[in-house]
Nanobody, 113 residues
Framework: QAQLVESGGGLAQVGGSLTLSCAAS????????MGWYRQAPGKQRVLVAS???????NYKDSVKGRFAISRDNAKNMVYLQMNSLDVEDTGVYYC???????WGKGTQVTVSS
């Protein structure tokens, strides 16, 4: 059964850090490019980071140098380390394949100044 469960969100101050985790079912995770997506209030969901099964990464320009995506292929887990958080990083974060075809419930990240 396809499943994605995101966790790790919360409230952070500007300049702070959070680490998001995503547990994916094997059918979604296996050999697929995985990504973290953000949906800010009133905006469309956008891809912020992606990682191939081999570990190659790509980032949205606004998060380069601050966010780091990683994966554990043995555990079907994807992570997003977020540093130097800004209020613009606020939103609901989802993980999925890239391109996405299935969504979990997401995890809320709120950055306050």
């Amino acid at each position: 059964q396809a499943q994605l469960v995101e966790s790790g969100g919360g409230l952070a101050q500007v300049g702070g850090s959070l680490t998001l985790s995503c547990a994916a079912s094997a059918t979604i995770f296996r050999r697929n490019v995985m990504g973290w997506y953000r949906q800010a209030p009133g905006k469309q969901r956008v891809l912020v980071a992606s990682i191939t099964a081999g570990g190659n990464t790509n980032y949205k320009d606004s998060v380069k140098g601050r966010f780091a995506i990683s994966r554990d292929n043995a555990k079907n887990m994807v992570y997003l380390q977020m540093n130097s958080l800004d209020v613009e990083d606020t939103g609901v974060y989802y993980c999925s394949r890239n391109p996405p075809d299935f969504w979990g419930k997401g995890t809320q990240v709120t950055v306050s100044s």
